[in-house]
């Protein structure tokens, strides 16, 4: 008999087939957890995307170029159910961070967990001595962050999770030991920092920049005479009387001879005295306030509702994420058009109105209607087309002679409102975006942001002892009869 028909040949041949089966479904296992390792994909599917981290965060850890640890402490022996499900919500965000630094070289983000009782020397060489906190650290530098500055709480109940806020800044703060440092001009009635009013308060604004890891200060010119060789950012917030003149030549100075960098917030009805500034820089700040004529710009209390924007470091996320601008009574502002040609000079209308909306130079009268001729319309041949602008830039850029890169100068961002940053409007996530990112961009941060908290969803169902009784019958008896049942059915039918 060949040995291709005899029972040896089958049972090699059967033996090699089991081996090749072997093989390929190790093959295609090891295969899988090869694309899996190196070549994973990640999908939030959660309302709120509360497992993916912001535009703002992403840009931060991509510049990232130190090596920062996050250490989370706890008591795993602790009963409580709402520190354990902080536990869990805390770990699971600092996770996102190191994921998204993962493929890194440098910069990379790592995360630890201690239980201080168990592991306490470990702790005291951290200098860690309470459970319930992150700990970042980087270098010789490191911050502590309780597990309460997690959570916004109203009546002392958790309404929102602002772990990304904290988490970001505190990586800032270790990796960035430089901090910015922001001057709010005084002295003509501005708004304040410190201030906490709902209307013309910028305690809200302040506190973001704070997260953002930069230095907030006032100061007032008529005292000291000169701009702080510190000033990153110099912010002149709707001011309620005129500047002198040496104070204008010391921003003038200050902008020209420092490369400094100015974000300007004139609101209509206020003498500024910084007209020959902005002269200097391109831009003109007329006394027109923007009136709108439909009302699918305007809200039910009266605020423009802006929302074309062009292309722009401070804009971009705006764009991206469709949010709208409040403003509450603006200005126009626009480039001059009667300027100096000047090839070092960029201007850029960054917001403007909707083609409807016009500037009314009479607006103190009683009633305001669009008069040819004598109020401001948009032009068809000057950008935006049809539009008035709100918000617009002016950055100096001097090319040298003998190098083949150009050398920044100083940047002015002038906004036709003030209003938008006040306490009562910054609330709005295109409100705080605008601010934040006419700040970062003046001190050479371009980045997109906003980190809005994320709302904690809390779902409870109320079951009477009868219906707990009657889902415990259902759940033991009810499903397992009917999968018997059905197994029952199967089998007889097979059987007949």
């Not at 040949?9 to 087939?17: G, I, L, V, Y």
């Not at 699918?296 to 929302?307: C, F, W």
């Not at 804009?315 to 009574?329: E, H, W």
Request: glycine letters at 6%; hydrophobic letters at 45%; charged letters at 25%.
């Amino acid at each position: 008999m060949a040995f291709r028909n005899s029972f040896a040949f089958a049972r090699w041949m059967r033996t090699t087939n089991l081996v090749l089966q072997a093989v390929l479904l190790l093959t295609l296992f090891g295969g899988l957890n090869y694309l899996a390792r190196n070549h994973g994909w990640r999908w939030d599917l959660t309302n709120h995307r509360r497992y993916t981290l912001s535009e703002e965060t992403q840009a931060y850890l991509r510049s990232l170029d130190q090596p920062v640890r996050l250490i989370i402490t706890a008591n795993v022996n602790d009963s409580n159910a709402d520190a354990n499900q902080a536990f869990r919500d805390i770990r699971g965000l600092l996770r996102e961070y190191a994921n998204a630094t993962a493929a890194k070289r440098t910069g990379k983000v790592t995360i630890e967990e201690i239980d201080i009782y168990r592991n306490q020397r470990a702790a005291e060489a951290l200098g860690i001595d309470e459970p319930n906190v992150v700990v970042a650290l980087c270098n010789d530098r490191s911050k502590f962050i309780p597990w309460a500055d997690f959570y916004e709480a109203r009546e002392r109940v958790a309404v929102a999770f602002r772990g990304e806020q904290v988490v970001t800044s505190a990586i800032l703060s270790v990796s960035n030991p430089e901090r910015p440092k922001v001057y709010f001009l005084a002295g003509h009635g501005e708004m304040r920092p410190s201030d906490v009013d709902a209307g013309r308060g910028l305690s809200v604004f302040a506190d973001e920049l704070r997260l953002r890891n930069l230095q907030v200060s006032s100061i007032d010119l008529s005292q000291t005479k000169e701009v702080p060789d510190d000033a990153n950012l110099v912010i002149i917030a709707a001011p309620q009387g005129p500047f002198d003149a040496i104070e204008v030549e010391l921003l003038r100075r200050y902008l020209s001879e420092s490369a400094g960098r100015l974000l300007v917030l004139l609101p209509p009805a206020s003498r500024h005295g910084l007209d020959n500034l902005l002269f200097d820089w391109g831009l003109v700040a007329d006394d027109v306030m923007v009136l709108e004529s439909n009302p699918e710009h305007v809200t039910e209390a009266g605020e423009l509702r802006i929302s074309a924007f062009l292309p722009h470091p401070v804009t971009q996320s705006l764009i991206d994420n469709q949010f709208p601008a409040y403003f509450g009574l603006t200005r126009v502002v626009r480039p001059d058009p009667g300027r100096p040609l000047d090839n070092a000079l960029r201007l850029e209308v960054l917001a403007a109105t909707s083609p409807s909306a016009w500037g009314e130079r009479d607006y103190r009268a009683q009633s305001a209607e669009y008069n040819p001729g004598f109020d401001l319309t948009g032009l068809a041949g000057f950008e935006p087309i049809n539009r008035l602008g709100v918000m617009v830039s002016s950055e100096r850029v001097t090319p040298p002679k003998d190098l083949p890169f150009s050398v920044r100068g100083g940047r002015l961002v002038l906004i036709g409102n003030a209003d938008f940053a006040a306490n009562a409007r910054i609330v709005a996530p295109g409100n705080l975006t605008l601010a934040l990112n006419a700040v970062e961009w003046c001190v050479d941060r371009d980045v997109q942001l906003n980190t809005q908290p994320r709302p904690i969803e809390r779902y409870q169902i109320n079951l009477s002892k009868s219906d707990l009784g009657k889902l415990r019958i259902s759940l033991l008896v009810v499903l397992p009869g009917l999968a018997a049942l059905f197994g029952v059915i199967v089998y007889w039918t097979r059987r007949s």
